[in-house]
């Protein structure tokens, strides 16, 4: 299997569905997802409620993102404001996409039979453990070896951890 180049700019094939280059993404809504359900779980009424403060504040998120990015790209590339746009959509879909794991973890728990509270704990330390791996992973992908790759995987797993303690004391 060859190895595909460090370089930001990949081809179609190398990184058809922008999971590469949109990892900034992914980290980010993990923590906005992982800041959510540590501030809410336990205040709201319902899994309904929670799920929808995770979704919510996540696409609330995004939008600012892609917002802050088209305009960036307007005013810096000189791009229409529209084509900006759609370029930015391309680059920052995974900040939304990324809720959809804690929310799916937090659903399945739901669904076995836990209660509220310990699908939102269980939903927040997935989050902890995407973390932990998409830093990990980031840090092999930039080609560090595994030792370096796992203080990555460290330091992701610290910002979930942040969110924990935030859940604990909270509750």
Do not use: F, N
Not at 54 to 70: D, K, N, P
Request: charged letters at 10%; glycine letters at 10%; one cysteine or more.
């Amino acid at each position: 299997m060859s190895r595909v180049s460090a370089e930001p700019d990949r081809t179609p094939e190398e990184d058809r569905w922008g999971l590469l280059r949109g990892g900034e993404g992914l980290m980010t809504g993990t923590v906005v997802s992982a800041a959510v359900i540590a501030a809410t779980a336990g205040h709201v009424d319902s899994t309904l409620q929670l799920a929808t403060a995770i979704v919510g504040t996540t696409l609330v998120y995004w939008l600012a993102h892609l917002h802050a990015a088209a305009i960036g790209s307007a005013v810096h590339q000189r791009l229409h404001p529209l084509h900006a746009l759609r370029s930015a959509a391309t680059h920052t879909w995974t900040v939304a996409a990324a809720s959809l794991v804690p929310l799916a973890i937090l659903l399945v728990a739901r669904a076995l039979g836990v209660d509220e509270l310990g699908a939102a704990w269980i939903a927040l330390w997935a989050t902890v453990a995407l973390l932990a791996l998409y830093s990990y992973l980031a840090g092999r992908r930039g080609g560090l070896g595994v030792r370096d790759s796992i203080v990555c995987g460290a330091a992701g797993c610290g910002l979930g951890l942040v969110a924990a303690a935030l859940k604990a004391a909270l509750h």
